[in-house]
């Protein structure tokens, strides 16, 4: 695997098969931080790169308050 582009591809590709593999919703924590700011961007580009119909599985983003500031 080469550039960053084809990495970040590959991952997106490893998320609409782990997606669409079952209906058990996923949640998502969001503390903000760069790590699940990054997760949370990428769940929203695979789930945009689906077609409409196959957006069937809930997805929660929930925010998680670490105290620690930016």
């Given at each position: 695997?080469?550039?960053?582009?084809?990495?970040?591809?590959?991952?997106?590709?490893?998320?609409?098969?782990?997606?669409?593999?079952?209906?058990?919703?996923?949640?998502?924590?969001?503390?903000?931080?760069?790590?699940?700011?990054?997760?949370?961007?990428?769940?929203?580009?695979?789930?945009?790169?689906?077609?409409?119909?196959k957006?069937?599985?809930?997805?929660?983003?929930?925010?998680?308050?670490?105290?620690?500031?930016?």
């Open positions: 695997m080469g550039n960053l582009s084809e990495k970040v591809n590959a991952v997106l590709e490893d998320m609409k098969e782990l997606y669409l593999h079952d209906s058990r919703p996923w949640i998502i924590g969001l503390s903000g931080g760069k790590d699940s700011t990054c997760i949370t961007q990428l769940v929203y580009t695979m789930l945009l790169s689906l077609p409409p119909e957006r069937t599985k809930t997805v929660y983003v929930l925010s998680a308050d670490v105290m620690v500031e930016s």
